[in-house]
């Protein structure tokens, strides 16, 4: 395809676009102040860039990171910011290093465990929660096909179910995390730890999750 050399403006721009009073404000540099509202109004738990600091880290830790952010402003509005560093990190190692020692932690990268619980960005994939199925099969593992019902009963309500519902607590699961957990309610419930045991469940779940009152088994409803 052809292309034109030294075009020119054949349009009178000034003639064509009135000018608006009163928008001076929006050619001034970025105030400090402004910058510091900004944060104090953003959302905690959204990531504002790419390298995953969500806003509860920006606000508790802004005394020490601001003057990074003032200094990124200042370059952006004098066309000296380098564009393509902001698609890598806002905060270099060694600020992050420095901020470890504060707080007596490591540096490290998402997704991690804490307290057990995977730590990430982003709603937590049934991967990210096979640890606590792995809980869950190892309590299973020790359902003896010797307890009577009454005594599985007991060991879902007070040994599998309370892995999971501290889960819930803190962290949004997929819903094929509920179905396996589940899974593995019925299997504890119904055959003990013997996979080879065949036949149906003896009580539709539903019921088995309605309260003892009403004729279930107490057994909690996970997706309530």
């Keep these: 395809m052809g292309v034109s050399s030294n075009p020119a403006m054949v349009f ?5 676009v009135a000018a608006v009073p009163g928008l001076e404000e929006l050619s001034l540099p970025f105030q ?3 910058i510091d509202e900004i944060v104090k109004h953003m959302p905690t738990d959204k990531a504002p860039g790419p390298d995953g600091f969500n806003g509860m880290f920006v606000k508790r830790c802004w005394q020490t990171i601001k003057y990074d952010f003032y200094a990124l402003c200042k370059e952006f ?9 902001i698609n890598s990190s806002y905060i270099t190692l060694e600020r992050m290093q420095h901020l470890a020692s504060t707080f007596g932690c490591q540096v490290g990268t998402l997704p991690f465990t804490y307290l057990g619980l995977p730590m990430r960005t982003t709603k937590p994939r049934i991967e ?14 020790a359902c003896s096909t010797w ?12 040994a ?10 803190t962290i949004k699961v997929p819903k094929g995390f509920i179905e396996n957990i589940d899974r593995a309610r019925k299997q504890c419930l119904w055959r003990g ?32």
């Design 147 to 158: 307890l009577s019902y009454s005594g599985r009963l007991q060991m879902v309500n007070s």
């Design 32 to 34: 400090q102040s402004e």
């Design 128 to 141: 990210d929660l096979s640890p606590i199925m792995g809980r869950v099969e190892r309590r299973l593992s």
């Design 12 to 16: 009178d721009l000034q003639s064509l």
């Design 77 to 85: 509005y004098n066309g000296t910011a380098s564009l393509e560093c």
């Design 193 to 224: 730890n013997d996979d080879t045991a065949r036949g149906g469940n003896l009580v539709a779940w539903p019921t088995v999750m309605q309260p003892k009152e009403k004729w279930g088994l107490g057994v909690i409803n996970l997706r309530l």
């Design 160 to 169: 599998i179910t309370p892995i999971v519902t501290y889960t819930l607590c």
